[in-house]
């Protein structure tokens, strides 16, 4: 465009004569383009500058090469000298571009370009060279065969390794590798570019390319909640009702079943009480009369729903509270600060500004971990260093949170055995120092447990209550845990609320607690 606008607005003198000779030239030019316009230009082929040694073997009407205007019968075909001054002077393809086979040109970066002289440079003379284009016979070849041609000669002059040997044109075996050549597929070059290779089969084969065949695949529909609990319990209930129906093949209710029946279910860890009970509806319902396996599983679900109604309960959030505190605790690997980043998630996407404490000090995992759940979910995060006051940091969290106008603190703790007696202590003094700022914090304490525990979560809870007045529950890991009847005991014995259960580790596996989906799940029910 400059240049245009400097040769409008300045005139430059020429020698006389010199005006008709460009015109002539420019006449020339036109002629030639004209002729190669319906097939192709010389300079549009994919390969680039045609050495003179390799003019004589194009066809040409004859005439000076360079001006004259070039007749041919087919599209022109490019032929690569074999001439070895050819192939070192002549550059195969412009500097900084790369050819494909399919599309023409994809930039290279100069890095590339350089690191690829670099190899060119530094590779031993006695390597194995593939001969230059068309095995070395200087026949011309069809346009395809003369594309592929190239991306194995290119790919070996300028040392690039290939996933797999390239084809070369004949389909003879590759050269540096001396393996047969894959028949199409992917060549993959370094810096990420694919080459498509189309086959070439050697002489005496002939394929039909076959339409490739259309496959619909339809995405598995999205399983709904209670499909999903299902199929986290289902090794709880399997195994209960498995033995259900083996118990009841062929045998009508009566004491000893019933007896045999009651066992079962506390093995279930359903509990002394709850085993008991839906013993007891069975017995009223069907005794001395045939049952099957499906009756139990109904009157089991019966039953469980009415243990596990009262402690399906909302975690209600006092939003006078500024900030509402959330203190989680729990044995180590209960799934603490798993929950408290899925808590956050649901929180702060539904617009509350959430604050998360590191108040778990023995662990820079742990603090890290929580850290990353606080980025992920929007959350405030405040934290101190490994090792220091855990009631401290929870102390300065609670200010922190309160100057921040914080609608939630959820504080995480060490996790810890309860029969650490020193680190219940600490605990203990978590919850004091709260207090402090005000004689309701904690709002929540909220105890994680694992499901897949088995009896050991009830004297957790047991002790865990007594020392941090435990006020809700969460039970995580209910996704494939054969244990998960243990929920039903400890809604049974303690009456905690139980809030919400994870099924997963990921950030929308936590789920409201519901009493009848879960009674269903257990039971084997599939609806
Ligand atoms: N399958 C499954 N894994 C879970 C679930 N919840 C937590 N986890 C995993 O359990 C492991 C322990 O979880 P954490 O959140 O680190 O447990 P924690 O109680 O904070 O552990 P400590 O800091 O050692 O006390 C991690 O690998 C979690 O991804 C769940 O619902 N299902």
């Known amino acids: 465009m400059a240049l245009s606008f400097i040769k409008r607005v300045f005139t430059f003198d020429k020698p006389a004569g010199e005006a008709e000779q460009d015109a002539l030239r420019r006449h020339e030019a036109s002629v030639v383009d004209a002729e190669l316009e319906p097939k192709s230009r010389l300079e549009d082929l994919p390969v680039a500058p045609v050495d003179p040694v390799s003019l004589p073997e194009i066809e040409t009407a004859g005439g000076p090469a360079d001006d004259a205007v070039i007749e041919t019968s087919e599209p022109l075909r490019p032929v690569v000298a074999e001439s070895p001054l050819a192939e070192e002077e002549a550059p195969a393809i412009l500097p900084g571009v790369e050819e494909t086979a399919e599309l023409g040109v994809v930039p290279l970066s100069l890095l590339q370009a350089e690191a690829a002289a670099e190899v060119e440079e530094n590779t031993p003379p006695d390597l194995p060279v593939i001969p230059p284009t068309g095995g070395g016979t200087g026949k011309a070849l069809t346009p395809g065969q003369q594309s592929q041609a190239e991306t194995s000669e290119r790919a070996s002059t300028i040392g690039e390794s290939a996933s797999h040997p390239l084809p070369t044109a004949d389909g003879a075996e590759d050269g540096a590798t001396g393996l047969p050549p894959p028949v199409g597929g992917m060549a993959s070059r370094p810096g990420g570019v694919s080459v498509p290779v189309e086959p070439v089969l050697p002489k005496g084969f002939s394929t039909a390319r076959a339409a490739p065949e259309t496959v619909t695949i339809v995405p598995p529909a999205p399983l709904s909640w209670f499909q999903r609990l299902r199929a986290g319990l289902a090794r709880t209930s399997s195994q209960l009702t498995g033995q259900i129906t083996a118990l009841f093949t062929k045998r009508k209710l009566d004491d000893e079943t019933l007896e045999e029946l009651e066992d079962l279910l506390i093995q279930a860890d359903l509990g002394v009480e709850t085993a008991m009970r839906i013993t007891g509806a069975l017995s009223s319902e069907r005794y001395g009369k045939d049952v099957s396996g499906d009756d139990v599983s109904r009157i089991m679900s019966g039953e469980i729903t009415k243990v596990l109604a009262p402690v399906a309960k909302p975690l209600a959030l006092d939003l006078n509270h500024k900030p509402h505190v959330i203190l989680v605790v729990g044995v180590n690997g209960t799934g603490k600060t798993t929950t408290i980043g899925k808590l956050a998630a649901k929180l702060s996407g539904a ?10 000090t023995f662990r820079a995992a742990a603090i890290e971990q929580l850290k990353i759940w606080a980025d992920r979910t929007g959350s405030q995060f405040i934290g101190t260093k490994l090792g220091a006051d855990a009631a401290g940091l929870a102390y300065d969290a609670f200010e922190q949170a309160r100057e921040n106008k914080s609608d939630v603190l959820i504080i995480d703790t060490a996790g810890r055995l309860q029969n650490r007696t020193e680190l219940m202590a600490e605990l203990e003094k978590i919850v004091r120092v709260l207090g402090k700022l005000d004689p ?38 209910l996704d494939g845990t054969a244990r998960g009847g243990i929920l039903v005991a400890i809604a049974a014995k303690h009456k905690l609320p139980v809030y919400f259960i994870g099924v997963g580790e990921g950030v929308d596996d936590l789920e409201p607690f519901e009493a009848e989906d879960f009674a269903r799940a257990i039971a084997g029910l599939t609806h």
């Not at 617009?351 to 778990?360: N, R, S, T």
Request: a negative charge; glycine letters at 10%; aromatic letters at 2%.
């Open 440 to 477: 309701d914090a904690p709002h929540t304490v909220l105890q994680t447990l694992d499901a897949t525990t088995g009896q050991n979560a009830l004297q957790q809870v047991e002790i865990f209550r007594n020392v941090a007045g435990v006020s809700g529950l969460i039970m995580t890991k």
């Open 351 to 360: 617009g509350l500004k959430v604050m998360l404490a590191a108040g778990d």
